[in-house]
C-alpha cells in the first residue's frame, strides 16, 4: 500500500527538518570546544580548585618578587636568559624551605604523555623537600622488610638508599620555560644579571647592585658575601677593623681558613688587639692595631693578627703592646715588642 502523497511529503519535509538540526547541533558543539583549562593541564586532580593561583610575568621574574606560601605559582623564564641555576633562581632557600614544582615542555601531547607518569613535566625539589620524601620513603620501605629474612647491615643499608631516592630532574632552568612552583613559606623568585649567584630580589632586598658581580669592589663577588661570609656587599669593610674584607679573605673562597682573620670579627685571635687598626677609644684619633699596613699580610714588624701570642712566649700580644708603649717613647705599632 502506498502512503499519500501528502504524508510522503510531509515525511521528507520532517527528515530534512532533523538532518538540519543535527548538523546545526555538530557545528555549535566544535565551535564552542574549550582548550583544557590551565588547572587540568597542569595539576593533579585532587590539587584542582583547592587552593588560588598566582601568575608572574616575564618582567616580574626579571626584576625579581615573592612568591606566596602555598599557592599555585605560575612562571616564565625570561626567553633572552640563556640558563638559570635552580638555586641562584629560589634565592639559596632551598636548605630552609620546602618548595617542589616542574617545568612543562611546550608541546601538549608530550606534557599528556608525562603527565600520565605522574606530573606534566620535569621535576624539581627544593634540597629539604628532598629529604623530607627520602626520610618517608625509606620510613615506608622499612617496615616492608621481613623479620624471617637474612639481611645484613649492607645490604639493609643499600636497600634503604636505592628505595629513599626520589624524583629530582631540573637544576637548569632554559629561557622561555614555564614553570609550576608550590613552597610551604615564601621564597624570592629572580634571574642574575651580573653572574655573582645572587637573583634580582635578593640585590634589591641587600641593596647590592644587580648589574655589578662586586658591588663594594672588595674583591668577594656579592653571592659569596652574602651566601657563604655573611658580610655586607655594600661595605668593603664589613668589620670595621681596617682590612677589607676580599684581603681578610685572602684566597676568596668564602671561608675563613687558617691564616686568615675573619671579616665579621673585629679582633678574630681575641688577644685584646684589633685586626687591622682601630681607634685607642671614641673619642681618640689615636689608632692601634697589628696588620698596620692594612694588607693582610704579616708584615716585618707586625704581629700576627691570627695568633694570640705571636711570638708564643705566653704573653698575648695586647700585654706585649702595652708593656712595649710603657718602656718607649716611641710607637710600637711599626715595631712591635721593641723593648721588652
Excluded at 502512503?3 to 527528515?15: F, H, N, S, V, W
Excluded at 671614641?282 to 697589628?290: H, I, L, P, Q, Y
Amino acid at each position: 500500500m502506498q502512503p499519500e502523497p501528502g504524508l510522503l511529503k510531509a515525511m521528507r519535509r520532517m527528515t530534512l527538518s532533523l538532518s538540519v538540526m543535527c548538523l546545526a547541533f555538530v557545528a555549535f558543539a566544535v565551535t564552542n570546544i574549550e582548550e583544557p583549562s590551565l588547572q587540568t593541564r597542569l595539576l593533579p586532580g585532587h590539587m584542582r580548585g583547592v587552593v588560588p593561583w598566582k601568575t608572574f610575568t616575564v618582567d616580574d621574574i626579571e626584576m625579581g618578587i615573592t612568591a606566596p606560601a602555598h599557592v599555585n605559582v605560575l612562571f616564565q623564564i625570561p626567553p633572552k636568559e640563556k640558563k638559570v641555576y635552580r638555586k641562584v633562581l629560589f634565592g639559596n632557600s632551598g636548605y630552609d624551605v620546602r618548595y617542589w614544582g616542574y617545568c612543562f615542555p611546550e608541546d601538549y601531547e608530550k606534557m599528556q604523555q608525562m603527565k600520565k607518569r605522574g606530573l606534566p613535566g620535569r621535576v624539581f625539589l627544593s634540597e629539604k623537600e628532598r629529604s623530607v620524601r627520602r626520610q618517608k620513603e625509606i620510613n615506608t620501605r622499612r617496615t616492608k622488610f621481613s623479620l624471617f629474612r637474612d639481611y645484613s647491615e649492607k645490604k639493609l643499608n643499600q636497600a634503604e638508599y636505592n628505595r629513599g631516592r626520589v624524583r629530582h630532574q631540573m637544576e637548569i632552568f632554559e629561557g622561555g620555560t614555564t614553570c609550576y612552583l608550590m613552597t610551604e613559606t615564601p621564597i624570592s623568585i629572580g634571574i642574575d644579571k651580573d653572574g655573582d649567584g645572587v637573583n634580582a630580589y635578593v640585590e634589591a632586598h641587600k641593596k647590592s647592585d644587580p648589574d655589578i658581580e662586586d658591588t663594594d669592589g672588595d674583591g668577594l663577588n656579592d653571592g659569596m658575601e652574602i651566601f657563604s661570609l655573611g658580610t655586607s656587599p655594600i661595605m668593603r669593610d664589613s668589620d670595621g677593623d681596617g682590612i677589607v674584607d676580599g684581603l681578610e679573605d685572602y684566597n676568596r673562597n668564602g671561608r675563613v681558613d687558617m691564616g686568615e682573620t675573619n671579616p665579621l670579627q673585629i679582633d678574630s685571635d681575641r688577644d685584646g688587639l684589633c685586626d687591622g687598626l682601630c681607634r685607642v677609644d671614641t673619642f681618640s684619633k689615636k689608632v692601634r692595631g697589628e696588620d698596620v699596613n692594612l694588607n693582610g699580610k704579616v708584615d716585618k714588624g707586625e704581629t700576627d693578627p691570627t695568633t694570640e701570642d705571636s711570638d708564643g712566649d705566653g704573653i698575648l700580644d695586647e700585654q706585649e703592646y702595652f708593656n712595649c708603649m710603657l718602656k718607649s717613647s716611641k710607637s710600637c705599632n711599626y715595631e712591635a715588642f721593641k723593648v721588652k
